[in-house]
Structures are given as C-alpha cells and as structure tokens.
C-alpha cells in the first residue's frame, strides 16, 4: 500500500519530494524499487523499530505510516516480538519523527481492532452466496451498512489487531497533548496491484493468482461453502482519500475513520473465485474444511458513513474492476511474479 500511495502522489503532485522508507521486509516488496525510482520517488531502506534509521530522513510536511507486520495470524504460532516492536514501538518512533517536524500524521489502520468476540455476537442471514447482515443486531456500532466507529471495543481481536489499535490510542494522545495533525484509517481489505499477495494476507491477489496459474484454492470454516464476506477496496480508491486527507487536514484532524468498500464493493469467497472463473476462465479445485481457524471471522463491512459526511469520498472502483486489475497486472508481470505469489 505505502508503494502503490507514493507512486500515486507523486503522479498526482510532481513537483512534491516523497520518500518511501521501508526495511524490505515483505518479500516481494524489493520489486516496487526499481518503480519508485523511475517515478522520482525516493527510497531510504530503515527500519521503523530503530529510532537512529530516522537520522537519515530529512523534515518531511507528512507523514504517512503504512508499514507493518500486516498479518492477523502473525504472532499466534510464533514469538510476537517482531509484529509488537514493528506495529507498536515503530509507531511510536513515526510519531516522535512527526512531532519533532510538525508533520501531519496518516495512519492506516485496521478493521481487525474490532473484537472477534464482539463480531462473533453480530446477527447474520444465510443467503445463496453469501452471509448478510440481518436488520436486528444485538447493540449498536452495527447495521446492514456494516461496523460502524462506535463498534463496541471490549475483547479480544488478535495481537495484530491490538497493536494496531494500541497505535491508535497512542496517536490520539499526542494528536490532543502534543497537537499533532492526525488522521486514523480503519481500513478493511485493501487490494490492487503489486500487493505481494499470500495465503495470511491479501486474499483477493492469492485467489486472482490460483487461478492464473490454475492452483488450488480451499474454503476454511463456517461451513467451508465460502459464504464468509469482506470488504475490499482498491489501492486507487484509498490514494484518492489520502490525497484529499493531505490537502483538506482541518476536516479530519484527530479523527478516527472507517474506510472500506462497504457491501456495495464486496465479495463472498464463493463470488470472488465466480468472479476469478469469468475475468481468467480458468476453474481450480477447491477444498473445503468446516472448522474455523483461529482468528477467521464470518463478515466484515465497513460503514463509511462518517468518512464520507467529512470529506464527500467514495471508493469508485468495483470488486469486478478489481479483479481485473490484479490479472492484468499478474499477467503483465508473469516472469517476475509467478516465482513470488505461485
Ligand atoms: N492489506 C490490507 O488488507 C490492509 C487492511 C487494513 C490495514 N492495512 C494496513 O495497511 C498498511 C500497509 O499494509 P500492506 O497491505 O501494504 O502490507 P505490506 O506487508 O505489503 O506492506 C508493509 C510494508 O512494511 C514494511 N515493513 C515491515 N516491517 C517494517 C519495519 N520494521 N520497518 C520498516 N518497514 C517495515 C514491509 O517491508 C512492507 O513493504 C499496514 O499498516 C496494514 O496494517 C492493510
């Protein structure tokens, strides 16, 4: 994401200096380099857990915080040491960066800060393709827009989850005590080309690429009939929002923001590889397996209500737009990619 928001600014304001810095982690994430250079943008190769990889950059006007550990299984199996020192202590260094030049601060969070426990309570309905939300919900924060901001908070919802809502608490505090600028994305999926998609991250590139390259796929719990719904939203669509955040700050400073597709921009499992047949017009093998994983939750939509009232934004690109992008680019890319993502 953080690649593809640079790429995007720097088309959208050339004579701006960006800077992309990144410790190359992700793998796949060294080929966005040679992209980033030929656009203007520049590359710093840091680490966001060192405070001394800050000494390098120069004063910046804002700051967009997209680097993470991304993976909601991240942690579970193994130590949390690398996803808190990243998601957490990393945050807490972009902010100190940000206070010392007076940089605006955009942060990407996630919809995985709301409890499993609290969506496992969420009403849903059946339906042929997918599972819906049903009109009577248990509390509030949740209609059939989606979760809502107000979403009760009380629970448990992965480690990555509570380091990226540990982050947000701790923007807020230095957006109210150090009056940092700030803005909070709740992110759902987000999607598009040059996502190094895999199978804990970036489901919509993982199940464009199976089919490519005619892989199999399977469908874990609920039923393992992939009725489990998200909402996904195209790179582009998140750029136009973070532009418009960068040049209209006053209408969503300090604001937290769900941002997300919402059930008009979503896919079941099951309608993502119908979607996947007609835009590659290849069908894979599909496994079943009726037991939940852990973590794994039936729906997620965001209400993008409020961010909408603020600032008049509205994803435009459709799911079927974006499965056609994420081939098209995979095709392009096929030598280089297909030793990745396959
Ligand atoms: N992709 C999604 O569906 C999604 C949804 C909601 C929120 N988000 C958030 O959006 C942001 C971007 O996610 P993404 O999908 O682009 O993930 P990604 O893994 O593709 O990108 C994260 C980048 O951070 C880098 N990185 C990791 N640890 C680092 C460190 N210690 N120092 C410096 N760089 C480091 C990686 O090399 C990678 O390039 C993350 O904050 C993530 O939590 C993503």
């Given at each position: 994401?953080?690649?593809?928001?640079?790429?995007?600014?720097?088309?959208?304001?050339?004579?701006?200096?960006?800077?992309?810095?990144?410790?190359?982690?992700?793998?796949?994430?060294?080929?966005?380099?040679?992209?980033?250079?030929?656009?203007?943008?520049?590359?710093?190769?840091?680490?966001?857990?060192?405070?001394?990889?800050?000494?390098?950059?120069p004063p910046v006007e804002a700051i967009i915080e997209a680097s993470a550990?991304?993976?909601?299984?991240?942690?579970?199996?193994?130590?949390?040491?690398y996803l808190i020192n990243t998601n957490l202590s990393g945050t807490v260094n972009c902010l100190n960066y940000a206070r010392r030049h007076d940089a605006a601060f955009i942060f990407l969070s996630t919809s995985r800060i709301y409890p499993i426990n609290q969506i496992e309570q969420i009403h849903l309905l059946e339906a042929d393709t997918r599972f819906e939300l049903s009109a009577e919900q248990p509390f509030g924060g949740i209609s059939p827009r989606g979760l809502a901001e107000d979403f009760p908070l009380e629970g448990y919802r992965s480690l990555y989850g509570a380091t990226k809502l540990c982050s947000e608490y701790l923007i807020q505090e230095y957006h109210h005590f150090?009056?940092?600028?700030?803005?909070?994305?709740?992110?759902?999926?987000?999607?598009?080309?040059?996502?190094m998609g895999k199978v804990d991250q970036g489901v919509v590139v993982l199940w464009v690429a199976r089919h490519l390259w005619q892989q199999p796929l399977g469908y874990f719990g609920f039923g393992g009939t992939g009725k489990q719904v998200r909402d996904i939203?195209?790179?582009?669509?998140?750029?136009?929002?973070?532009?418009?955040?960068?040049?209209?700050?006053d209408l969503v400073n300090g604001k937290t923001l769900n941002v997300g597709g919402g059930r008009d921009i979503s896919v079941s499992l099951q309608e993502l590889t119908a979607m996947c047949q007609r835009v590659t017009g290849h069908v894979v093998p599909i496994t079943s397996q009726v037991e939940n994983r852990q973590t794994d939750i039936a729906l997620y939509l965001s209400d993008a209500t409020r961010v909408r009232e603020l600032t008049g934004w509205q994803p435009k690109r459709s799911a079927e737009q974006i499965v056609t992008d994420v081939y098209r680019w995979l095709r392009e890319n096929e030598a280089q990619l297909k030793p990745l993502l396959a």
């Open positions: 994401m953080g690649s593809a928001l640079a790429l995007q600014l720097k088309q959208m304001h050339p004579d701006c200096r960006l800077i992309a810095f990144d410790n190359l982690k992700r793998r796949g994430s060294e080929l966005n380099l040679p992209r980033l250079r030929a656009a203007g943008v520049e590359f710093v190769h840091g680490d966001i857990r060192n405070k001394e990889d800050f000494d390098a950059l550990e991304p993976s909601v299984l991240a942690g579970l199996t193994s130590a949390p040491d150090y009056k940092l600028r700030t803005a909070i994305n709740r992110c759902g999926v987000l999607t598009g080309p040059w996502q939203l195209h790179v582009d669509d998140l750029a136009d929002l973070v532009n418009f955040q960068l040049q209209h700050l």
